[in-house]
């Protein structure tokens, strides 16, 4: 199968900090500027909870609450992340 994410550091969550991200985990999807990365967790700073999306190509979140900061996501609840602007 041929890999479709470089082994090297120039994918994944490390390149990514400084952005703000969208994570999707298993029961909630968080968005917040990325500040942080380890083997168990990734840092957020000034990050939302999101309820609802809404129309993914809307400009804003159809329900977002914003989370005390800094807040932290397991990586082991990851299914997905990127950079997500709505």
Known sequence: ?????????SEGLEVL?????????????????LVGVDAIFVKLEDVAIVYDTGAHDNTNWADASAMPKPWYVMVGAIESFGIFKP
């Open 1 to 9: 199968m041929k890999r479709i994410v470089d082994d090297s550091s």
């Open 17 to 33: 900090i400084g952005e703000r991200v969208t994570i999707y985990c298993a029961n909630y999807i968080y968005t917040g500027k």
